[in-house]
């Protein structure tokens, strides 16, 4: 079983160390069955230059070593531990060594290294999953060259897949076969990968820029095949984008994506053989939502992108994982902005391409900031880590990117592509670090970056505020930025040692709504050209800059298009944000004026329900809403995000003692609000954002849908909902697509669980055999409202009963469990503890199966001490419960880091 109960050890970045030996190549052989696998490894090995090492010590985890030679003679200086193994008294001069080993893949839950998924083999490697595989230098600063030999029964397990270049397949006795993969391009092991089993592919050939031909493949089990063809699409243009943006083409004969259903992450870049959880990659209209198939695009596109920026040029150390990460998210926010920016009109195009922003801002602050406040901060670049699966976080890819994008806000588009263009000129095949990056960008750019460097050490969202004056006879306005950071953890203090250099693009509305020219006065002289939105770029604790020649007292759009990962604090009047909700000519920042207007409001209902005072709202709220949702001028998609409240989680963050019950029923009065006060304006919105015709995820009819659904929500919240009851049930029946009808049963869950039983019981028949439809099923039932005084607690523990429930699939496990504890905050937090019991039983059951897995659910109580006093001692019972019973590091990271005082 797993042994993961060694003490805990703390690695820290300042103690890397270069390997004592490099790996020549390597040459691996699969003997592939479920319940014993035999692995023979053989190495070429030599002494890194300088170094003198006498012993060779080798990564390794459950494992049973069979035999070890060296130079093809039996070796018995070997000593086996429970992390890995010591080859004594290698010779000095470069030499072989043989390693073979079993693993039991059958028996792996973790589904870390080689395991079995419904009868079929995958491996996962990153980040030290190769160790359970074979013992091996498991770091990603050595690279080699990897020739692999897979052998199988051919009946159980036809297809037999590594990476590279099928270079040999044949017949072997028994009916058994094999197969031989050359990978030419020297890598790390964690981008190591091999697949068996019965599994068919949608095959297509494309021509790259250089003309050479390339043979694309989607492998799934062959009842899904009729759904891979957007995943395929989604391939091409992601080819065609990386060589389009960044001149970066594709390097292999052959790229290979497979899906597999039992899969921790959401997807891995092994080199030229991706492996995907099915979620990724399986879609069709009857089955995935318009949110699905943007999930898709963005998730292959990733993955491919880190064919160069991470496979091409990887991590000198796993420290440096933003370097990877940060870098290759940022890359498939842009792919998924031009995707849904392509072939619309220029207007059409800025909207789309605002939606997406608004998209990855608010997942921004509403998961990283509040990593970032809370006890398992860290900066992008960590300084330590027990586990190092637990440092794959918001921060490290979400802000890492919002790190990566401030260089391209500086430099502009073809300045941060110098920047790129110069780093793969000096890393392309290194394993490198992000002061590497930096310095290319900084370098390509003739610009000295060293204060940038804070971006990557300091942990904590800086705090920017704002002050503004107008002086009307000298027609000057000047704005005063401040910077830094509010209530940290003691780690997360200790990282804070400076001011940041902060891009902060800033725009001036004038009275007439519309953006006034700006001149600024630097050092006694204007700048340039005037412009409507501008760059400054503070970089002292206190700065204020002059704008010259303003006709009249402007109102600033601050930090637009969000051009830095902050905080900004200004003291708008509810006025003034009203009219940059209608006014603001940077969709992000008009979407801001809303979510502020909102915020504001919402906090101040929460505190009135908190102490059990009446509620109200200005109703010029609600007619400052009323008028965006009617613009048609505006893209549905952007009317959509616009009446979308911030959530229950991002609200009760910005409390200081939250209170989820009385947030709840802030949000709740809110919604009420609108849709009493928006009755029409949603009526119309429903129907005219119907999409007739065949479906189609574009983001046009997507942004129409989702309006339509936001609509059809809203309308569910009337004092009467029958109106909104009946369209639901309409749009249920009618539906011939996923989008459609989830969008139909959610809402008649809102409006209550009779409403809803028909629909979830057809839902269930129809979709009985479609595992990612069924895990909807799942999470509609846990994240649903539930009527005051109704447990939603005990659906969800009846689900855990359900047949079709299982704790090892981490879907379904995410779709029931992490739903309720994460994403239904009312009712995780009910008064009686009954959800924290739940949780800490739940992590547990799953530590003992997969640690990654259950170290995602542990962190779900980690922001504890924010809460109320009497909800606060119940999270603390819970958690040292989890304490007292872990047996993984990974959980035990998490929950000894949130109890910490
Ligand atoms: N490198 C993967 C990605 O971001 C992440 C990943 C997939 C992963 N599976 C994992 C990380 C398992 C840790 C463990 O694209
Ligand atoms: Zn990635």
């Known amino acids: 079983?797993?042994?993961?109960?060694?003490?805990?050890?703390?690695?820290?970045?300042?103690?890397?160390?270069?390997?004592?030996?490099?790996?020549?190549?390597?040459?691996?052989?699969?003997?592939?069955?479920?319940?014993?696998?035999?692995?023979?490894?053989?190495?070429?090995?030599?002494?890194?230059?300088?170094?003198?090492?006498?012993?060779?010590?080798?990564?390794?985890?459950?494992?049973?070593?069979?035999?070890?030679?060296?130079?093809?003679?039996?070796?018995?200086?070997?000593?086996?531990?429970?992390d890995g193994l010591t080859v004594s008294n290698v010779p000095e001069q470069?030499?072989?060594?043989?390693?073979?080993?079993?693993?039991?893949?059958?028996?792996?839950?973790?589904?870390?290294?080689?395991?079995?998924?419904?009868?079929?083999?995958?491996?996962?490697?990153?980040?030290?999953?190769?160790r359970r595989i074979t013992y091996f230098l498991d770091r990603p600063d050595v690279m080699t060259t990897y020739t692999v030999t897979l052998r199988a029964s051919r009946a159980d397990y036809p297809v037999l897949l590594s990476n590279g270049n099928l270079v040999e397949t044949g017949e072997l006795p028994d009916g058994r076969h094999f197969a031989r993969w050359h990978d030419p391009f020297p890598k790390p092991s964690y981008l190591f990968a091999l697949v068996a089993g019965k599994l068919v592919a949608r095959e297509q050939r494309i021509r790259i820029r250089s003309g050479e031909e390339k043979l694309l493949q989607v492998w799934v089990e062959p009842h899904d095949l009729p759904k891979t063809e957007y995943a395929m699409q989604s391939l091409v243009h992601s080819i065609e984008w990386d060589e389009e943006r960044f001149g970066?083409?594709?390097?292999?004969?052959?790229?290979?994506?497979?899906?597999?259903?039992?899969?921790?992450?959401?997807?891995?870049?092994?080199?030229?053989?991706?492996i995907f959880n099915t979620k990724y990659v399986l879609a069709d209209a009857e089955t995935a939502t318009d949110i699905d198939f943007s999930g898709i695009e963005a998730v292959v596109g990733h993955e491919y992108f880190h064919n160069w920026t991470g496979n091409r040029v990887t991590c000198r150390d796993w420290f440096q994982l933003s370097l990877?990460?940060?870098?290759?998210?940022f890359r498939d926010q842009e792919f998924s902005a031009d995707m849904a920016a392509a072939g619309g009109s220029p207007e059409a195009a800025a909207a789309a391409r605002a939606a997406r922003r608004i998209d990855d801002v608010r997942g921004l602050r509403q998961n990283q900031f509040a990593e970032d406040a809370g006890p398992m901060a860290h900066p992008v670049r960590p300084d330590s880590y027990v586990e190092i699966n637990n440092f794959y976080t918001m921060t490290v890819y979400e802000k890492g990117a919002e790190v990566v994008r401030m260089y391209q806000t500086l430099f502009g588009r073809d300045g941060f592509r110098k920047g790129m263009d110069l780093y793969f000129a000096r890393h392309d095949g290194q394993a490198v670090t992000c002061d590497d990056f930096r310095a290319a960008m900084a370098d390509a750019n003739q610009r000295d970056l060293t204060q940038f460097e804070r971006w990557y050490s300091q942990?904590?969202?800086?705090?920017?505020?704002?002050?503004?004056?107008?002086?009307?006879?000298?027609?000057?306005?000047?704005?005063?930025?401040?910077?830094?950071?509010?209530?940290?953890?003691?780690?997360?203090?200790?990282?804070?040692?400076?001011?940041?250099?902060?891009?902060?693009?800033?725009?001036?509305?004038?009275?007439?709504?519309?953006?006034?020219?700006?001149?600024?006065?630097?050092?006694?002289?204007?700048?340039?050209?005037?412009?409507?939105?501008?760059?400054?770029?503070?970089?002292?604790?206190?700065?204020?800059?002059?704008?010259?020649?303003?006709?009249?007292?402007?109102?600033?759009?601050?930090l637009r298009n969000f051009s830095a990962p902050v905080i900004v604090s200004y003291d708008y009047t509810d006025a003034q944000l009203t009219f940059l909700f209608a006014h603001d000519s940077d969709p992000f920042n008009r979407w801001e004026a809303g979510q502020r207007l909102a915020t504001r409001a919402l906090l101040s209902l929460a505190d009135a329900a908190a102490r059990g005072d009446a509620l109200?709202?200005?109703?010029?709220?609600?007619?400052?809403?009323?008028?965006?949702?009617?613009?048609?001028?505006?893209?549905?998609?952007?009317?959509?995000?616009?009446?979308?409240?911030?959530?229950?989680?991002?609200?009760?963050?910005?409390?200081?003692?939250?209170?989820?019950?009385a947030v709840h029923a802030a949000r709740l009065f809110f919604r009420r609000a609108l849709a009493n006060g928006l009755r029409d304006d949603l009526m119309a919105a429903y129907e005219q954002n119907r999409v007739e015709g065949l479906y189609e995820p574009s983001a046009v009819d997507a942004g129409r849908r989702g309006l339509k659904n936001v609509a059809l929500s809203y309308l569910a919240d009337l004092d009467d909902p029958d109106d909104a009851a009946e369209l639901a049930r309409a749009q249920y029946d009618s539906a011939d697509n996923m989008t459609e009808r989830s969008a139909a049963l959610v809402t008649l869950l809102q409006i209550g669980p009779s409403a809803a039983r028909a629909p979830l019981d057809d839902f269930y028949l129809r979709f009985e055999k479609e595992a990612l439809a069924l895990d909807k099923w799942f999470g509609m039932q846990a994240t649903r409202r539930g009527a005051p005084g109704e447990r939603v607690l005990d659906d969800v523990g009846a689900l855990m009963a359900h047949p079709a429930f299982s704790l090892k699939n981490p879907n379904r496990a995410r779709a029931l469990i992490f739903q309720f504890c994460m994403g239904n905050a009312a009712q995780f937090h009910a008064t009686d503890g009954s959800g924290y019991a739940f949780w800490a039983e739940q992590v547990l059951a799953l530590d003992a199966i997969n640690p990654q897995v259950a170290s995602r659910l542990a962190r779900s109580l980690e922001r504890w001490r924010k809460f109320t006093p009497a909800l606060r001692e119940k999270m603390r019972a819970a958690l040292e419960r989890v304490a007292a019973g872990v047996q993984s590091k990974d959980v035990r990271e998490v929950v000894e880091k949130a109890l910490a005082p």
């Open 324 to 329: 990877k990460e940060g870098l290759t998210v």
């Open 94 to 130: 470069p030499f072989e060594l043989t390693l073979v080993t079993t693993n039991r893949p059958s028996a792996n839950t973790s589904l870390s290294g080689l395991y079995v998924s419904n009868h079929n083999f995958f491996t996962q490697c990153e980040a030290e999953g190769f």
């Open 1 to 82: 079983m797993l042994d993961n109960s060694a003490a805990s050890v703390t690695i820290r970045r300042v103690d890397y160390t270069p390997p004592a030996f490099a790996i020549d190549k390597v040459e691996l052989e699969f003997d592939l069955a479920p319940l014993t696998t035999t692995v023979t490894n053989r190495m070429q090995l030599r002494r890194a230059p300088g170094a003198s090492a006498r012993d060779l010590v080798l990564h390794g985890e459950d494992l049973e070593l069979v035999r070890a030679e060296i130079d093809g003679k039996p070796w018995t200086g070997v000593q086996v531990s429970t």
């Open 248 to 274: 970066l083409p594709l390097d292999l004969e052959r790229f290979m994506i497979v899906a597999v259903g039992d899969f921790n992450m959401g997807a891995m870049e092994n080199k030229g053989l991706n």
């Open 616 to 661: 109200s709202l200005d109703p010029e709220i609600v007619a400052a809403f009323g008028r965006v949702l009617r613009d048609s001028t505006l893209a549905p998609a952007f009317r959509e995000l616009a009446l979308t409240l911030p959530s229950e989680s991002y609200l009760a963050e910005q409390i200081e003692e939250a209170d989820p019950a």
């Open 459 to 558: 942990a904590g969202t800086p705090h920017v505020s704002a002050t503004a004056q107008y002086d009307a006879a000298a027609r000057t306005f000047d704005i005063t930025l401040t910077q830094g950071y509010g209530p940290a953890s003691a780690d997360a203090k200790a990282t804070q040692k400076g001011p940041l250099l902060i891009p902060f693009a800033i725009g001036l509305v004038g009275s007439d709504g519309k953006d006034l020219p700006l001149r600024l006065a630097q050092d006694g002289q204007v700048l340039a050209e005037p412009q409507t939105t501008r760059v400054l770029e503070l970089t002292e604790t206190e700065q204020t800059f002059r704008f010259v020649d303003v006709a009249e007292e402007p109102l600033p759009s601050l």
